[in-house]
């Protein structure tokens, strides 16, 4: 999903009509009683369904999203301060240095180091568009623009998930989550975007 949302992010920015976007949206939200009885797995099921009732199983698969709202809570405004998290280091919340990192900072740093930590995501995000705005051509401007968004949705998603907004994925963080993978990934395509600034 997020490899076709990225590819959407493209379609839309070389000026495809939004009629054919919409359409396309439309189509699969049609799909969609098709796509759960015959494309889905049970485990794929039970992340949707936990999603909208964690506490149905609340010491199985609604587990890490449980555990993962108890964290941002407990961190109130000013949070409990670096390393005194009770959630993630008395083995609470699992995988709290990947894909649940966001709640791991937001008990450590409050609502006030998640607020910072947005305002940083944001000012990568608009000098990232700023950049695609000021390329001579409409490669680096398409380019630049579908790097910038789609990092702005892996924020999106990974603080969705742990906020129990989205179903729980693999999604990591942005500079935040451990992993050699993402870390290489999204340096790659910062890399390139610098590039495209420096042959404006």
Excluded at 22 to 45: D, E, R
Excluded at 66 to 78: L, N, R, V
Excluded at 79 to 84: A, E, M
Aim: some cysteine; proline content about 3%.
């Amino acid at each position: 999903i997020l490899i076709l949302v990225s590819g959407v992010f493209v379609l839309f920015l070389s000026g495809m009509s939004w009629f054919y976007i919409v359409g396309a949206v439309g189509f699969v939200i049609a799909l969609m009683p098709l796509l759960w009885m015959f494309v889905l797995h049970s485990y794929q099921k039970k992340r949707i369904l936990t999603l909208f009732d964690p506490e149905s199983d609340a010491l199985g698969a609604g587990w890490n999203i449980t555990q993962s709202k108890i964290a941002i809570g407990s961190g109130g405004f000013m949070g409990k301060g670096y390393l005194n998290g009770t959630q993630s280091h008395h083995g609470f919340l699992p995988e709290h240095h990947t894909d649940f990192i966001m709640s791991t900072y937001a008990e450590e740093f409050g609502l006030v180091g998640v607020f910072g930590l947005f305002v940083l995501y944001a000012c990568i995000i608009i000098r990232a568009l700023n950049i695609s705005l000021n390329s001579f051509h409409n490669f680096g401007r398409i380019l630049v623009a579908t790097l910038a968004l789609s990092f702005f949705f892996f924020v999106a998603v990974n603080s969705g998930m742990v906020s129990g907004i989205f179903p729980v994925t693999g999604d990591p963080l942005p500079f935040m989550s451990y992993g050699g993978t993402a870390v290489i990934t999204l340096l790659a395509g910062f890399g390139i975007i610098m590039s495209v600034h420096t042959h404006r």
